[in-house]
């Protein structure tokens, strides 16, 4: 049985939100700001922690909600979002926060491998 990575990257990402604590989602609401500062302001990069911070403030990942917020994210955003991502991750104390950027990463490198070429 072929199990999707996104699929299985996408449930991580519903667990890591349903794990977070109270003071974790304060946290994460500050992410996309320390995102900001790690990779620069591009307007479009930021759209997308902005879609993810909307799924950790309401709790689950909308079905209507793409990996990409609509469209593909071009090579370029996403060198600059996986490592930005994995930083916050490797710097983050509270784990509960940790494991967010950890499965949005993943879903990155797996939209990293569904296009590789821009």
Known sequence: MDVSTTDHHSAYLAKAIDGLTPEGHKRVDELPDQLAEVVGDPEAVL????ARKAEADAGRIEASVSVTTG????A???NILIPGFRTIRNQ???DDVADWPNAVAALL???ARRNPAD
Do not use: I
């Open 47 to 50: 759209r997308f922690p902005a």
């Open 71 to 74: 469209r593909a994210l071009s």
């Open 76 to 78: 370029q955003e996403l």
């Open 92 to 94: 983050e104390p509270l």
């Open 109 to 111: 490198e797996d939209e």
